[in-house]
């Protein structure tokens, strides 16, 4: 019987809302989505009810006569929970859950739920702790709504605050002090991290990061291209910490691949503040690889915010090659053609089968090329050690001695010649 008690899933309706009959399927599609996300967390979605919008109510989001009607299914169905595809304020989900009698949550919450369950390395369970202690500190006066209203009176006349008052400002302080503590946690950490960074870039190694939407594939491809044996699941935010693995290709050029946590649809402010210094692996990047799972529905709007996650980091400009990846499943022809045209640099692949693997080697090694330069440096013999730098970062094509120089003709990548510029010689 005890066991029995503990594997009880909450029973969860979804609703999502939608302007005009239009966008009817698409708010279906994002049903299916949160139904995911609750999945992953834990959540039994029982309904998904795409609910119709003219204008929002301010202090419930939802109009009275819709809100009745969920009530009456959320009775029926038995559910304990109300999951809303928005984000809504702490007013109104407060009077929300006065109006259905149970938890509601938005989806802002749920994704901070899944975050906190997945958060495997110290920096990624600090950014959780600090994205759900910053959305919790609004919402404060919802556990001691109760308390407000028991006002005592002093002497003249002079109103005391309540005890729920008193209370709320007790944790709002406490709260903000342990915003400032986590804070100060993952600023040890991120200067780890620039120290990790500082080492890939001195090495100028070229860097590919593999981004995308959530479930996109991007482990399974980091597993597929070097034998990574990165933690691969079908659900939401499988993993939330980057993982760094060399490849080479097949010309001998070594790179280093990352693979990055994925976005998604109305990635919560909190989450892309605190997860900045994760996110900001693309920003460091010289390539980005742009996953697309081509076999969802909303694969062009899953595009779409992955490259608007990129925007909001600066990282939108760099050198992108996309990856049409499960162009295996069936049905997946129109799609992959739609997002062909949309996007340059396009290669259709299979990361689960390894197919279209060799056309992307080819663009990685175009896109390198691009950034490569052929030059002519005069080498003191007393700094021979250049030599071999040079040998670890690119090509040397021709090698002479005159005097006591060495002259060489090296294929090198751009960002290796700010060290080498006094020993290069301008050709005519």
């Known amino acids: ?157 002079v109103f005391l605050k309540g005890e729920g008052e008193k209370q709320i400002e007790l944790d709002r302080r406490m709260v903000k002090e342990q915003i400032e503590k986590l804070q100060a946690q993952l600023h040890e950490v991120r200067l780890h991290r620039e120290t990790q960074r500082a080492g890939r870039a001195k090495s100028a190694i070229p860097i590919f990061a593999i981004v995308g939407y959530t479930n996109a594939g991007k482990s399974t491809l980091l597993n597929a291209l070097t034998a990574a044996d990165v933690f691969v699941e079908d659900k939401l935010f499988a993993t939330l910490d980057t993982t760094t693995r060399k490849f080479t290709l097949p010309n001998n050029q070594d790179i280093l691949l990352i693979d990055t946590v994925g976005f998604i649809r109305k990635l919560p402010h909190t989450l892309v503040a605190a997860f900045k210094g994760t996110l900001e692996e693309a920003l460091y990047a010289d390539f980005l690889l742009h996953l697309i799972d081509v076999s969802n529905p909303l694969a062009e709007e899953q595009a779409e915010t992955t490259l608007q996650v990129l925007k909001e980091l600066n990282a939108h400009d760099k050198p992108i090659i996309t990856l049409l990846n499960k162009i295996d499943k069936p049905g997946t022809a129109s799609m992959a053609s739609k997002l062909r045209i949309k996007y340059p640099h396009t290669v259709q692949l299979s990361a689960l089968k390894r197919e279209g693997f060799e056309e992307l080697e080819e663009l990685m090694l175009e896109e390198i090329n691009k950034r490569r330069q052929h030059v002519a440096l005069r080498i003191p013999q007393k700094d021979y050690h250049i030599i071999n730098e040079i040998l670890t970062q690119g090509k040397i094509l021709k090698q002479e001695y005159e005097e006591n120089d060495i002259l060489v003709t090296a294929d090198l990548p751009s960002n290796a010649l700010v060290k080498l510029k006094k020993y290069l010689v301008e050709t005519t």
């Open 1 to 157: 019987m005890h066991e029995n008690i503990q594997t009880i899933k909450p029973q969860a309706v979804l609703v999502s809302v939608y302007k005009g009959t239009p966008n009817l399927k698409v708010c279906q599609d994002h049903l299916d989505e949160l139904e995911l996300l609750a999945e992953t967390a834990g959540i039994d979605a029982i309904i998904k009810i795409p609910c119709p919008i003219r204008t929002m109510n301010v202090a419930t989001y939802l109009q009275k006569g819709k809100i009745e009607e969920i009530k009456s299914i959320i009775q029926e169905k038995k559910a304990n929970i109300l999951i809303f595809d928005e984000e809504i304020s702490p007013a109104q989900q407060r009077n929300l859950e006065k109006a259905f009698g149970v938890r509601v949550m938005d989806r802002t919450e749920l994704i901070l739920e899944v975050f906190g369950q997945r958060a495997q390395t110290r920096e990624a369970r600090l950014q959780i702790d600090l994205a759900k202690t910053k959305y919790q500190l609004p919402r404060l006066k919802n556990l001691w709504g109760h308390l407000s209203r028991q006002r005592g009176g002093g002497s003249g006349g």
